[in-house]
């Protein structure tokens, strides 16, 4: 099992920034993938941005050049920075970690507003 806990949410205004953390506990030698998924209101839960344990990224067009994803093994967690925010980035942003067999963890998620 792995547990996930995310911080760093909150309100912010467009062209602000916000930085998301994710800590992982429990199992974490297993895990292979870690990212973020964002959900808008009445819209499917998508990718914002992942990196492997191998040091591989990956990003939702909407976000390259503003949001950056990093990971620090050693501490067992995965940031979010995200800059020049815009409306259309709220949602409630969840980590999700994947593990070497396949397995599946999310995050409680935490909400993201940004005001135009």
């Known amino acids: 099992q792995v547990q996930l806990v995310e911080s760093g949410g909150g309100l912010v205004q467009a062209g602000g920034s916000l930085r998301l953390s994710c800590a992982a506990s429990?199992?974490?030698?297993?895990?292979?993938?870690m990212g973020w998924y964002r959900q808008a209101p009445g819209k499917q839960r998508e990718l914002v941005a992942s990196?492997?344990?191998?040091?591989?990224?990956d990003y939702n067009d909407s976000v390259k050049g503003r949001f950056s994803i990093s990971r620090d093994d050693a501490k067992n967690t995965v940031v979010l920075q995200m800059n020049t925010l815009k409306p259309e980035d709220t949602a409630v942003y969840y980590c999700?970690?994947?593990?070497?067999?396949?397995?599946?963890?999310w995050g409680q998620g935490t909400q993201v507003t940004v005001s135009s």
């Open positions: 999700k970690a994947t593990s070497l067999a396949g397995y599946i963890y």
């Open positions: 990196a492997t344990s191998g040091g591989s990224t």
């Open positions: 429990g199992r974490i030698f297993s895990v292979n993938v």
